[in-house]
């Protein structure tokens, strides 16, 4: 018996994400027990560009707006001019879809090795909350004298009471849901005075609602060496969008690398999709040869789950993930990627 039907928009992209969310979607299936999974495939990425010029048209985008939730490979192609794709599509999708939450979960699992040595699994179980639609991602500022001499380029950052309290608020919410019960604010207060202040004082004007939280601060460049080097300080981080990214790709690394890296870009009200994608890009040097690993995109599935609601799902794949990430002790490139996809499913189905 079907008692649910799931509409998920898939964006395979470019280079090995068609490979690897092809295995999320065989992981789906496979978890989602008595979900009919309705996938909608739309051809976004370097190739559509180049053959079309379009990068993300807007009937595209209103047909994927109504669907339940987004599966996202990669994009990026070095034929491509740098940041077309980028802002046309996946911050174009983020912003219009005002997925204002950039979750991206660093848990060190047990059976992999992490190049910072010595660190327990127990140590490294961080949730990120990374501002998804503003700051130095917004589009404010411009050039001028553009390939002379005296070019000058401004990029702008752009920190909103609204954008801070609903991801701070948000934030507190996930913390509260934890057992360590703790968000820390990254910033670079010291030195980026009006958005680190605004920043601190809405973070702390939020959480004086959560009084079973406790809220703390660390500085950017302090919070990177501390991942590294003591993770066990942190729980929920919350940051803005850009220390965000960076924070996560080095968090992503202490975790064990890229290849086990998820993500999603969440819209906590529901008024459009959420999507869900690894943190890794579209890799062109292994497309096409079922070299990459697949799990980074798999673990973003779960995310899926969880936020549609079918939390067994994703405790399912989560739990799947963990046994063959144990069995594999690192040993990934001896699988092809759909064997991986296959491993977990038929772990899921149990
Ligand atoms: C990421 C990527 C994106 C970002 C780019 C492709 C826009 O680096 O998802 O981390 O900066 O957010
Ligand atoms: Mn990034």
Redesign the pocket.
Known sequence: MTARTIRLAVIGGDGIGPEVVAEAIKVIRAAAINVAVETISYDLGSQRWHRTGEILPDSVLAEIAGQDAILFGA??DPSVPSALL??GL??RLRFELDQYV?LRPVRLYPGVASPSSGLRPEAVDILVVREGTEGP?VEAGGVLRKGTPQEVAIQQSMNTAFGVSRVARYALQRAASRPGKKLTLVHKANVLAYAGDLWCRTVAAEAAAFTDVTADYCHMDAASIYLVTQPERFDVIVTD?LFG?IL??LGAVVAGGIGLAA?ASINPERTAPSLF?P?H?SAPDLAGQHKADPTAAILSAAMLCEHIGLAGAAARIEQAVAEDLVERQGAWAARSTPQIGDDIAERVAG
């Open positions: 994009v990026g980028e802002r996946v911050l950039n991602y969008n990214d996560t790709a993500s994608e943190v890009g």
